[in-house]
Nanobody
Framework: QMQLVESGGGSVQGGGSLKLSCSVS??????VGWFRQVPGKEREAVAT????????HYSDFVKGRFTIARDYARIMVYLQMNSLKPEDTATYYCAARSGAYCGTYPNKADFVAWGQGTQVTVSS
């Protein structure tokens, strides 16, 4: 059974950077994604990386600012967030699908395992 644990959230000023980490146990070749959610809104996909690491996908609102990567030796998936904006404030979750393929348009309903979330707060 897959288990995911996020870390690395915190508070930062606009324009700053944070790096989120997701520890994945149970299997190391599945699609992993980062999602975010603010109270009262739907959870939205931020970025995904395929099981082999060869394919990544970013939502338009983070393209050019965020980078997703995975370290197979440490069984970790990272989200490097640069040029942060106040509208990036949210709880960030990592999640995994059961297979290696992420799909062109990630759908949270396809992700079967979720972490507990880590809060990111960006001040103006």
């Amino acid at each position: 059974q897959m288990q995911l644990v996020e870390s690395g959230g915190g508070s930062v000023q606009g324009g700053g950077s944070l790096k989120l980490s997701c520890s994945v146990s149970g299997y190391n070749r599945q699609c992993v994604g980062w999602f975010r959610q603010v109270p009262g809104k739907e959870r939205e996909a931020v970025a995904t990386i395929s099981g082999g690491g060869e394919t990544t996908h970013y939502s338009d609102f983070v393209k050019g600012r965020f980078t997703i990567a995975r370290d197979y030796a440490r069984i970790m998936v990272y989200l490097q967030m640069n040029s942060l904006k106040p509208e990036d404030t949210a709880t960030y979750y990592c999640a995994a699908r059961s297979g290696a393929y992420c799909g062109t348009y990630p759908n949270k309903a396809d992700f079967v395992a979720w972490g507990q979330g880590t809060q990111v707060t960006v001040s103006s």
